[in-house]
């Protein structure tokens, strides 16, 4: 899921080469267009994680993915400017809800202490769809059109909805091929309609931290799946193949961050004892070393320089993303979904500003350089505010829970 929903998501970035020049669109139109689906994704951060937690998430990513496949098939069948918006705004309507979801799920099937791994290899297929949708969709374009290529995608994920409403279940006992002995491994499992109600505002304030972060995290994140394709293809004059290549190498080096972050953050964490180290920590260093990659883009302008200043940026930045996904489930395992929502409405946001200030810096400038700066002065603020997440301290909803009505005297 998390591969087939990244390559829904990215492979806008790549056909606007068709589309923007079928259209007329601007550096800034399109910029709107790959922030469109951005704006439900936001809003249905909570309200999707809500969602998962109150009726499980076989029910829940039935119906996203049904959404996100259809409107994936819509955007190959549009008209212009606007319907293109609107096609994309149903994706994100679809999508919102999938990764609080998912989380949701995997609080039920692992234990704490592959929390890390399980988050950091699911954003590393998601990593993989980055990386090979540049090329796929530039084979997909050839062999039928940019519009085809949205076809295609929105079938197999068509597909993918079929087997998962078939193959999951919500509690691990009810699966068939599970054994006791993993079931003694796995967190007790509680019946969705037995939770504890929400403590909204308690849990928002204790998540801020983390949604500043990884709306840090994020800024550069949707930077990277916006623009790198394009980035390649004019500020160094390659034709489409060679910038989807070029793409899919940086996006490759994401892969690997996502995969070793989440090994690499449960290693500490058996190691020390300490999830501070284990998740804070590692975040914050990661983080100063994503800042560090890409500073000599603003020195020196080379080809092969880019791309491993690029790839080294995107692989310390994606080392956060096992670390940062298992803090809600750290904070707060009884809400996970929520939690991990309200964490995901940072990214959300950057991914609606990211693109359009970068669409309008280059635009105004021709500088294709010059959004990165900005990303690296996020660096410096999202290490900072990553020292006050503390997932050592968990949540504890029956302090918050809400007050009961006194009975009446007599």
């Known amino acids: 899921m998390y591969f087939i929903t990244y390559v829904d998501r990215v492979n806008v970035s790549t056909a606007a080469a068709d589309f923007g020049k079928e259209f007329g669109l601007s550096k800034t139109q399109l910029g709107f267009v790959f922030s469109a689906f951005a704006y439900p994704y936001l809003v249905f951060q909570i309200i999707g994680g809500w969602l998962g937690d109150k009726y499980g998430p076989r029910k829940t990513l039935t119906v996203c993915a049904i959404i996100w496949a259809g409107s994936t098939i819509l955007t190959g069948l549009v008209g212009g400017f606007a319907s293109l918006i609107v096609a994309r705004m149903l994706l994100g309507l679809g999508?919102?809800?999938?990764?609080?979801?998912?989380?949701?799920?995997?609080?039920?099937?692992?234990?704490?202490?592959?929390?890390?791994?399980?988050?950091?290899?699911t954003h590393a297929f998601a990593r993989v769809g980055?990386?090979?949708?540049?090329?796929?969709?530039?084979?997909?374009?050839?062999?039928?059109?940019?519009?085809?290529?949205?076809?295609?995608?929105?079938?197999?994920?068509?597909?993918?909805?079929a087997w998962w409403a078939w193959a999951f279940r919500d509690n691990p006992a009810d699966h068939p091929n599970i054994t006791k002995e993993e079931l003694a491994k796995l967190p007790e499992y509680g019946h969705f309609k037995d939770?504890?109600?929400?403590?909204?505002?308690?849990?928002?304030?204790?998540?801020?931290?983390?949604?500043?972060?990884?709306?840090?995290?994020?800024?550069?994140?949707?930077?990277?799946?916006?623009?790198?394709?394009?980035?390649?293809?004019?500020?160094?004059?390659?034709?489409?193949?060679?910038?989807?290549?070029?793409?899919?190498?940086?996006?490759?080096?994401?892969?690997?961050?996502?995969?070793?972050?989440?090994?690499?953050?449960?290693?500490?964490?058996?190691?020390?004892?300490?999830?501070?180290?284990?998740?804070?920590?590692?975040?914050?260093?990661?983080?100063?070393?994503?800042?560090?990659?890409?500073?000599?883009?603003?020195?020196?302008?080379?080809?092969?320089?880019?791309?491993?200043?690029?790839?080294?940026?995107?692989?310390?930045?994606?080392?956060?993303?096992?670390?940062?996904?298992?803090i809600p489930m750290d904070i707060a395992p009884k809400f996970s979904g929520t939690a991990s929502g309200m964490m995901n409405t940072g990214s959300a946001l950057a991914a609606i500003l990211s693109p359009v200030v970068g669409g309008l810096l280059i635009d105004k400038t021709g500088n294709w350089e010059l959004p990165f700066i900005v990303s690296m002065a996020l660096m410096v603020l999202g290490s900072i505010v990553a020292f006050a997440m503390r997932p050592d301290k968990k949540f504890d909803e029956t302090l918050h829970a809400p007050l009961q009505p006194r009975p009446a005297s007599a």
């Not at 949701?104 to 099937?109: E, F, G, I």
């Not at 796929?136 to 940019?146: H, Q, R, Y």
Request: aromatic share 14%; charged share 10%; with cysteine.
């Open 195 to 326: 939770r504890p109600k929400v403590p909204w505002m308690p849990l928002f304030k204790r998540m801020m931290p983390v949604t500043i972060t990884y709306f840090c995290y994020g800024w550069i994140l949707w930077l990277f799946l916006s623009w790198i394709p394009q980035y390649f293809l004019h500020s160094y004059n390659l034709d489409l193949k060679k910038s989807a290549i070029f793409s899919a190498g940086v996006f490759f080096a994401g892969v690997i961050g996502d995969a070793l972050g989440g090994i690499v953050s449960d290693h500490l964490l058996k190691k020390t004892g300490s999830l501070n180290t284990a998740r804070r920590n590692l975040v914050v260093i990661c983080m100063l070393l994503t800042l560090a990659s890409l500073v000599p883009l603003m020195f020196v302008h080379d080809l092969v320089i880019s791309a491993i200043c690029l790839s080294l940026g995107f692989f310390f930045i994606e080392f956060t993303i096992g670390p940062m996904w298992s």
């Open 95 to 121: 999508e919102g809800a999938t990764f609080p979801t998912a989380t949701r799920a995997m609080a039920n099937w692992t234990s704490p202490d592959k929390r890390g791994f399980a988050q950091g290899i």
């Open 130 to 161: 980055n990386a090979v949708t540049p090329p796929l969709v530039v084979a997909l374009i050839a062999s039928t059109s940019w519009r085809g290529s949205f076809v295609v995608l929105g079938c197999v994920s068509l597909v993918w909805v």
